[in-house]
């Protein structure tokens, strides 16, 4: 370790070397003092540009290793209270094709600027081709009076399809769109029913996510809730 710290810096010796000599050869008479101070003067210089060009070096390298190291894209993220109506407008216009619902609670529709916001941007959007719902028998009610009613005020309202009604036993309630361009590839926004996830308001049961979950087109909760979505609502189409 001691010889290659010592080849490392064999130019900070080789300096100090040179500087010993010239003050030396001052002493014994053979140079004046001038040509030391000249001499001493060089080689800090030329090892003040030795040291810039080492940290020039120094940064390529970095670059370099920067460009190669990957960072590894989480496959899910939670979106705090603070961000959900920014971060879901923003989620719902980057759907390519249809849109899913399971299990959402149609009471936090009744709220103009929540349905404008969550859902009604989704209808509008010229990118979205079509609107799927699987919901629990106990919003049947509540779609009826208060968001049905909303949608058909919508452009584009006949996107919207016919809720499938069943009873949910899943503890769950995600939005799920289609991000790809070439190929299929879905996100969705997942939330649990229950605290914290999820907090109730008013003396109606109104629900309303207080955190969700971003799960990407590459985490292989995709497929899942695929599968949840699909057998519910083929199980229970046309009851």
């Not at 810096?9 to 010239?22: F, H, K, P, Q, T």
């Not at 496959?75 to 759907?95: C, D, Q, S």
């Not at 016919?162 to 939330?191: H, R, T, Y």
């Amino acid at each position: 370790m001691k010889w290659k710290a010592v080849l490392k810096n064999l130019d900070v010796i080789a300096i100090i070397a040179a500087s010993a000599v010239a003050i030396i050869l001052h002493h014994l008479g053979i140079i004046p003092e001038t040509y030391v101070i000249s001499i001493l003067l060089m080689l800090l210089a030329l090892h003040v540009l030795q040291e810039a060009l080492r940290g020039e070096e120094i940064k390529e390298d970095i670059k370099a290793i920067a460009k190669n190291v990957k960072v590894t894209d989480s496959e899910v993220e939670l979106i705090k209270p603070r961000e959900l109506l920014g971060y879901t407008e923003e989620f719902a216009l980057k759907n390519r094709g249809d849109v899913w619902w399971f299990n959402t609670c149609c009471t936090m529709f009744r709220s103009q600027e929540l349905f404008d916001r969550l859902l009604r941007i989704s209808i509008e959007s010229s990118k979205t081709t079509k609107i799927f719902f699987v919901m629990d028998l106990s919003m049947k009610e509540a779609w009826e009076r208060d968001i049905l009613p909303k949608i058909i005020k919508c452009r584009g309202y006949d996107k919207v399809q016919e809720p499938v009604w069943c009873n949910i036993d899943e503890s769950i309630a995600f939005q799920m769109i289609d991000v790809g361009v070439e190929k299929e590839a879905k996100e969705a926004l997942l939330a649990f029913w229950g605290e914290p996830f999820m907090m109730e308001l008013g003396s109606e049961g109104q629900h309303v996510p207080r955190y969700l979950i971003h799960v990407k087109s590459q985490s292989e909760l995709i497929p899942r809730l695929q599968d949840i979505f699909v057998k519910c609502r083929l199980k229970n189409n046309g009851t």
